[in-house]
């Protein structure tokens, strides 16, 4: 009943679903302005994020989460040594943070402004010795290998041409909005549900090629006309229904005798 | 000269503006019953016409000038109007420019006279013959049995009967698995959290049974059955790469990030969702696939490489009547 | 010069007598009517566009590596099938405007099929003396079906592999003979022999045409012999049929709509972009995309496929009938199984054996009218839950959430929709009968009538 109501709620009201979430649960410390990048850092992480992911980065449990703090689960992954790479990527989509742990992060307003984003960056990143930021090149890239690859590793979830998909349990969210560096991140990571591709799997170059794809994939040659969302039948069988069907009936009903 | 070329001219502009007056032989009786003219409706159908032979020759220009962008659109589009253009001058004809009569007139009826005459005729072409159902039946058995022959052919576009087949893999035990490059995979290059699509050395990679998901499960999480134990040396696994549900690729391989609190492993199949679980021998968590996935036992080789320990746990690919009762096969 | 060519024609084959007949042919006109004409002139369309992708479709795997003006698959290794319609779309002049009204033409040939089924089914014009000629439409349909799936997997797209590779999933899991059926077909386990293209391409270009043509012409023929039925009139009658002739009334009509419907489908062939193959890539068994979806007329069969529970029909270690069976040809099989026996069944049901060449209107028939709305519920139903991964998708609502619910909904709408319908019919000629009662009683207050006039 409850999948039901949510169904008719979301099919209703995709915009309300799409909403994005306030600005709450930000604590931003009274720090002076020449507060040195990894200090405001580490007050920023102490206010934001310690809840979930625990003193410098140890993790909590979800045994040990506290509770009384409303529908939060206090819980999360350790984060000593995923490095600057991790932090980049989970903040500068707005993935973290994150109301519930047991929710599939998803691609947000980010809360933080950019130099306080910098700062967490650099103070996760201080926690063990974990890779920094990557530095894709999609201009080295070759898209026609770029398709390859996707194809035989990312299409099975992000749709051939980048779209989003679906997985019992999570979305494969679309790429349109993922920046070359985002997508050489989470080809290392392997953010929430996703699995994750060392060297060995996809050397630096073949990730380049990877980024040129999803880069072209974002804005394809069309030359059939109107693109219609690039996900193949669905929205085709909507245009035969609702475009050409009732056009069609139109036609019908201006030559046919109506009805009285 | 010119004077002529005028005259010609305005013979011309009389021939084709001139109006006819309406009306054949006033003598004889009318099939179509008459109506007055409609000046406007053949203003209308003009300027139709007009209009279908611009498109029609937008259409020829697009398609004569080379590198144009949207050409696609540009051809659609005058073709499409033009097409629009003659359809709707005919409608203003049917509607303002012939009569549109009503007619009636009775509906078919059978035809009981006939029918009983060709009955009839049928019956009386047969009465010499004394021995009637021997005859038909011999006549069943001639022409059933050259239909059989005739259609035997047929069989040779398939093993129709051969269905053990289905059951034949390219593995056997001692068989490198390579990555999508060809190349030997070591077993300390499979990590967890990754995975990876594998094929064996030097076969056929477009077959049912070739493809492999390959990944590392921590032993700890390995709860494979008991007669499995030794198939996945350091915790990895290899399965069928093929649902067992409707044959696409399991192109799919979901991995907790923070395992506490989000779904275990799993292999997913894009078409319908079927999802197997890695750390049991490949059963099914949810979806449609009515069967496990077929696991391969592996070893790791002397250079650290891994290879087939034997063929699949059962067949692969999708089912069909029996299937549990086969075992795989090597080709 | 009319009576010129008349006269050359009659000489040679006397056929004036039948001319002047068959000009004087009555159409009973009704907009709803005009809906298996369009299904005929798609497929004309559909014909026409076809033969010409034949002039440069290849239909081999044979593999090539392609070098062609679309760069982002310079160096991709494909199929010669595949390589060949890329070609057709980026480099033979208007192959992709051609391409594309084939495929939008398919599409909607599919729409309007069923349009006129549902016209046919819910004004009763199946009944005798035009049941033969119901049978032979829904046959038409099925082999469209098939001629559609034919047609995109001939392509050898990713898409394409992934809908063959189903087809196979589901002629295997066939009781009995599924294995040998579909190594019959595929010549080898999947994704088949060689020779299986060639024997697709025969089907789809020749066989399934001059099949679906040969029943067309008799569909037509039928129609003719037993003329159109009508709705009640004035002077339409069970007896009599009221109409515009085919000549000079009705031709130009049919004329205007066969471009119509060229034009609607150029215009979306031109403007819509429908199968992008070459953002899809070459097929591999290996390779699989998310979000696979077959065509849209197939699309109530993957909604099955997904919907059924994970059931293999099994006794003891022996599989009897594997999981697709259901949802791909058990369903499928009841659907259609309606669709051919119901004009038998409800003659049985009613004991009306007479010939109808009136149409009810739907309310006037209440439980077949209940019957057809809750069989189409139930196949909209399935549909639907064919696309609850890109609902997922697009609206965050879970997949298993939704499928649990369409498990449920599958079997409660079409009751609901079975009961709320017949109590509209009913409610409907109840509303009418009251009003009949009430316009009697008014004429009868107004006495005396001021003149008689005419009812309706």
């Known amino acids: 009943m409850r999948a039901l109501l949510a169904t008719l709620l979301a099919l209703a009201l995709p915009a309300l679903a799409a909403a994005e979430p306030p600005r709450v649960g930000i604590v931003t410390p009274n720090a002076p302005p020449g507060t040195p990048l990894r200090e405001l850092g580490y007050q920023l992480y102490a206010g934001n994020c310690a809840e979930c992911h625990g003193t410098a980065g140890a993790g909590v449990a979800p045994s040990q989460s506290a509770n009384g703090t409303g529908d939060i689960h206090a819980a999360g992954p350790p984060l000593r040594g995923v490095g600057a790479r991790a932090a980049d990527f989970y903040l500068r989509t707005g993935y973290m943070p994150l109301a519930r742990a047991d929710v599939q992060p998803r691609r947000s307003r980010v809360l933080f402004t950019p130099r306080e984003v910098d700062a967490l960056v650099a103070y996760v990143g201080s926690l063990g010795h974990g890779p920094p930021v990557p530095r894709p090149h999609p201009e080295r890239g070759d898209v026609a290998a770029g398709l390859s690859l996707?194809?035989?590793?990312?299409?099975?979830?992000?749709?051939?041409a980048a779209r989003g998909g679906y997985l019992p349990g999570a979305v494969a969210p679309p790429l349109d909005e993922a920046t070359p560096t985002q997508v050489a991140e989470a080809v290392r990571i392997g953010p929430y549900l996703m699995p994750l591709f060392s060297t060995r799997a996809i050397s630096d170059r073949q990730l380049d090629s990877i980024v040129a794809y999803v880069e072209y994939a974002k804005r394809p040659q069309d030359p059939g006309g109107l693109a219609i969302g690039r996900i193949g039948p669905v929205p085709e069988g909507l245009i035969a229904w609702f475009v050409g069907g009732a056009a069609l009936v139109g036609c019908c009903v201006m030559i046919g005798k109506k009805a009285r | 000269m010119i004077g002529r070329l005028k005259d010609l001219l305005v013979a011309l502009a009389v021939l084709l503006l001139g109006r006819r007056r309406p009306g054949g032989d006033p003598e004889a009786e009318r099939i179509v019953p008459p109506g007055s003219p409609d000046r406007r409706a053949e203003a209308w159908v003009l300027a139709l016409f007009g209009l279908a032979t611009a498109g029609s020759i937008a259409f020829l220009v697009v398609y004569a000038l080379d590198p144009l962008a949207?050409?696609?659109?540009?051809?659609?589009?005058?073709?499409?109007?033009?097409?629009?253009?003659?359809?709707?001058?005919?409608?203003?004809?049917?509607?303002?420019?012939?009569?549109?009569?009503?007619?009636?007139?009775?509906?078919?009826?059978?035809?009981?006279?006939?029918?009983?005459?060709?009955a009839q005729l049928v019956a009386e072409s047969g009465d010499r013959i004394t021995r009637r159902r021997l005859l038909t039946l011999g006549g069943a058995a001639a022409g059933g049995t050259l239909g059989l022959a005739l259609l035997a052919p047929a069989l040779a576009v398939g093993p129709v009967f051969d269905t053990d087949e289905l059951a034949k893999t390219p593995w056997r035990r001692g068989r490198a698995l390579v990555d999508e490059a060809g190349r030997r995979i070591a077993a300390d290059a499979i990590e967890e959290e990754a995975f990876y699509t594998a094929f064996p050395e030097g076969a056929d990679r477009e077959t049912v049974g070739a493809p492999l998901v390959v990944v590392r499960l921590s032993p700890d999480a390995l709860h494979l059955p008991p007669e499995r134990r030794g198939w996945a040396p350091e915790g990895i696994v290899a399965y069928s790469k093929i649902c067992t549900h409707a044959g696409c690729a399991i192109a799919l391989y979901r991995k907790p990030t923070f395992p506490a609190v989000e779904p275990r492993p799993a292999f997913v199949c894009p078409c319908h969702y079927s999802t197997f679980d890695p750390a049991t021998g490949g059963t099914v968590l949810f979806g449609p696939a009515g069967r496990a996935l077929p696991q391969l036992p592996l070893l790791v080789d002397r250079s650290g490489n891994l290879r087939a320990a034997g063929n699949f746990s059962g067949p692969v690919g999708p089912s069909w009547w029996g299937v549990r009762s086969r075992k795989a096969r090597g080709a | 010069?009319?009576?010129?060519?008349?006269?050359?024609?009659?000489?040679?084959?006397?056929?004036?007598?039948?001319?002047?007949?068959?000009?004087?042919?009555?159409?009973?006109?009704?907009?709803?009517?005009?809906?298996?004409?369009?299904?005929?002139?798609?497929?004309?369309?559909?014909?026409?566009?076809?033969?010409?992708?034949?002039?440069?479709?290849?239909?081999?795997?044979?593999?090539?590596?392609?070098?062609?003006?679309y760069a982002p698959l310079r160096g991709v290794e494909m199929t010669q099938a595949y390589r060949s319609v890329v070609d057709i779309s980026f480099s033979v002049k208007a192959g992709l405007l051609i391409r594309q009204t084939h495929h939008w033409a398919a599409d909607v040939f599919v729409v309007s099929i069923v349009l006129h089924l549902l016209r046919v089914f819910f004004t009763g014009a199946y009944r005798k003396p035009r049941d033969l000629t119901y049978l032979i439409g829904v046959t038409m349909l099925v082999l469209a079906l098939l001629e559609g799936y034919l047609g995109y997997s001939l392509v050898d797209d990713l898409l394409s592999g992934m809908g063959l590779a189903i087809g196979y999933g589901v002629a295997l899991s066939i009781p009995v003979v599924g294995a040998n059926l579909a190594l019959l077909i595929w010549g080898a386990p999947f994704p088949g022999g060689a020779e299986f293209w060639s024997r697709m391409y025969i089907v789809h270009v020749l066989v399934l045409p001059v099949l679906i043509g040969t029943l067309l012409a008799a569909h037509l023929l039928l129609v003719a012999a037993r003329h159109h039925t009508q709705f009640r009139g004035p002077r339409a009658s069970e007896r009599r049929v009221v109409g515009i002739p085919a000549f000079p009334g009705q031709a130009p009509r049919s004329l205007a709509l066969a471009l119509f419907v060229a034009a609607v489908l150029v215009f979306l062939g031109g403007l819509v972009q429908i199968n992008p193959i070459w953002l899809w890539g070459p097929y591999h068994v290996a390779s699989a995309t998310n979000g696979a979806q077959p065509d849209w007329y197939l699309g109530w069969l993957i909604g099955a496929l997904r919907l059924m529970p994970a059931w293999d029909f099994t006794i003891g270690s022996h599989t009897l009938v594997p999981n697709p069976f259901w949802g791909g040809v058990l369903f499928p099989g009841v659907v259609f199984g309606f669709l051919y026996l119901w004009p038998w069944l409800e003659r049985r049901v009613t004991g009306q054996h007479g010939w109808f060449n009136l149409l009810d209107r739907p309310r006037d028939r209440p439980w077949r009218t209940a019957i057809g709305a809750a069989m189409v519920s139930w196949v909209l139903i399935v549909f639907l839950a064919g696309s609850a991964d890109r609902v997922a998708v697009t609206f965050g609502v879970g997949y298993a959430d939704q499928i649990w619910v369409y498990r449920v909904l599958v079997w409660v709408v079409p009751v609901v929709v079975l009961v709320v319908t017949r109590r509209i019919c009913g409610e409907l000629i109840a509303g009418e009968r009251v009003e009949a009662v009430r316009r009697r009683a008014e004429a009868e207050a107004a006495a005396p009538p001021p003149r008689s006039t005419i009812a309706d």
Request: charged share 15%; with cysteine.
């Open chain 1, 150 to 160: 996707f194809t035989d590793h990312c299409a099975g979830c992000h749709q051939v």
């Open chain 3, 1 to 69: 010069m009319i009576r010129g060519i008349v006269r050359y024609l009659d000489e040679r084959s006397g056929s004036a007598p039948l001319l002047r007949k068959g000009l004087r042919y009555v159409f009973p006109d009704h907009w709803s009517f005009l809906l298996g004409e369009v299904a005929l002139y798609c497929f004309v369309i559909l014909v026409a566009t076809g033969v010409y992708l034949t002039l440069f479709f290849d239909p081999s795997t044979a593999p090539t590596v392609y070098h062609g003006s």
């Open chain 2, 70 to 118: 949207h050409r696609t659109q540009l051809l659609g589009v005058a073709l499409g109007v033009a097409l629009a253009a003659l359809g709707a001058a005919c409608l203003v004809i049917a509607t303002r420019l012939v009569v549109t009569e009503e007619l009636e007139e009775p509906y078919p009826a059978e035809h009981v006279g006939d029918q009983d005459a060709v």
